[in-house]
């Protein structure tokens, strides 16, 4: 055990060497160890856990030394007043939570949000940004076709055999879809976590990858969802594909395609799809439900003065349930002595919607700021999105699909979709606003790899 703490703190100085030195490299650890922490905990340690909070604290430290020596600048990398201040009163909400007190799970629902608004900082700072995000389309061009591969050779095992013979539990990492159909989850405790990773490799392949890095990009992505199985990145990716209409001069035919989405959507899930909030539970529409969520949302709701002021940060959702498990929380796995029990949309602390979420722990000041700084985000890159900088709608990209799926998931401060998404968003921002002459060394080309 001694050798193993000894080998791993060598690793660990030798990375903090490495980074301090070639702080673009970082890509390659927000997408190896955040994609495969499940993984490691269920197979190794529930304490390597914690790996990501000290990578995170790792690139902040990074970061604040990359200023300290001149090698980031803050005068082109910070947003103006208008578009840090809506973040501002979120966090200040959270920090003073008005409607609860300062317990684990107020700790524990802060510490969700902040860390993600960490990493956008990290990536808005990080020298060299186009270099990083070279790397980063490395990394995802490694690491999404790879998760694939293992999506479907679980799919090919069956979920039988990956609860009873590979360890996984049924309800996290195993679950099935409305129709019965297993969801892959790859190396990530859930699918709908890597569904949320392809999405995002969707993003980085039509606005900054070569031709063919974006071809095994969008081929592994493809293989990711069909594995996955998960409605909402359908959603994600028609507003890309709307996204990029608009980019090549066709917003009237992304106001068509919207109102054509949206209708259609209505008949599919009015029509056709149909399913039980619980196992064994009445079926009912999705239309009328959005499979269980409105009767979770609804929970989150106790009269207006929660509407204004919220619940109390944790009180429900993320913050209420990771406050349970501890702080070294014990990974998902198959018990053969008790009964899987997998957390559905009927569970009261199940809200599953990041505005939601929101919502329901600083009230509906909190959503407005949220809101805010979205649109804030965008109208600060107008510049760089008019030039037809490539960074700058990836960046729009990503803050298009994280809209979307914050309707349906609380991905805002989840781990790892929410590290992940505004990590990148931070990046691709940052290079978006750098000067080219900034990186001499680099080709002169709309993309970056």
């Not at 808005?124 to 070279?134: C, F, K, Q, S, Y």
């Not at 990530?188 to 890597?194: D, G, K, P, Q, V």
């Not at 039509?206 to 969802?225: F, H, M, W």
């Not at 796995?333 to 599953?352: C, K, L, Q, V």
């Amino acid at each position: 055990m001694i050798l193993l703490a000894v080998v791993a703190l060598a690793l660990v100085a030798a990375g903090a060497w490495v980074l301090l030195q070639r702080p673009w490299l970082a890509p390659w650890g927000v997408v190896l160890l955040f994609g495969t922490t499940a993984e490691l905990r269920l197979r190794v340690s529930d304490a390597l856990g914690v790996s990501k909070d000290a990578y995170v604290l790792l690139l902040v430290v990074v970061a604040a030394l990359s200023v300290l020596r001149g090698r980031a600048s803050l005068a082109a990398r910070l947003p103006p007043a208008a578009v840090w201040f809506p973040l501002a009163v979120l966090v200040v909400l959270y920090l003073a939570d008005l409607g609860g007190g300062h317990g684990a799970a107020w700790l524990f629902g802060t510490r969700l949000l902040l860390e993600p608004m960490l990493l956008l900082l990290v990536g808005l700072l990080t020298p060299r940004p186009d270099l990083a995000l070279r790397h980063l389309v490395l990394a995802l061009s490694v690491f999404v076709p790879l998760q694939a591969v293992i999506a479907w050779v679980q799919q090919a095992v069956g979920p039988d055999a990956l609860v009873h013979q590979w360890g996984y539990a049924f309800g996290s990492q195993v679950r099935l879809s409305s129709g019965g159909s297993l969801r892959s989850p790859g190396t990530y405790e859930e699918a709908f976590s890597l569904a949320a990773q392809a999405v995002l490799a969707a993003c980085v392949a039509v606005t900054v990858a070569s031709r063919r890095r974006a071809a095994l990009l969008l081929a592994g992505a493809a293989a990711v969802l069909a594995a996955t199985q998960v409605r909402t990145a359908a959603l994600q990716l028609a507003a890309l594909v709307l996204l990029l209409l608009v980019r090549h001069g066709r917003a009237r035919a992304a106001a068509v395609g919207v109102l054509g989405a949206g209708a259609g959507a209505v008949l599919v899930a009015g029509a056709f799809l149909r399913s039980s909030t619980v196992p064994g539970g009445p079926v009912k529409p999705l239309l009328f439900t959005l499979n269980g969520r409105l009767d979770a949302w609804a929970v989150a709701y106790e009269g207006p003065v929660t509407l204004l002021r919220g619940n109390g940060v944790g009180a429900l959702g993320a913050g209420s349930t990771r406050a349970e498990a501890g702080l070294v929380a014990a990974a998902p796995a198959y018990d053969p002595t008790r009964e899987s029990t997998p957390m559905f949309a009927g569970n009261s602390a199940f809200i599953d919607s990041s505005w939601g979420q929101v919502l329901s722990d600083v009230g509906l000041l909190g959503v407005l700021a949220l809101l805010a700084w979205v649109v804030l985000h965008v109208w600060w890159l107008r510049g760089p999105l008019r030039r037809d900088v490539a960074s700058a709608w990836l960046a729009a990209a990503v803050l298009a699909v994280s809209v979307v799926d914050w309707v349906s998931r609380t991905t805002l401060g989840s781990y790892p979709t929410g590290f992940t998404t505004l990590y990148l968003l931070g990046l691709a921002t940052g290079a978006a606003l750098v000067p080219r002459t900034a990186s001499p060394s680099l080709p002169s080309t709309r993309t970056v790899a």
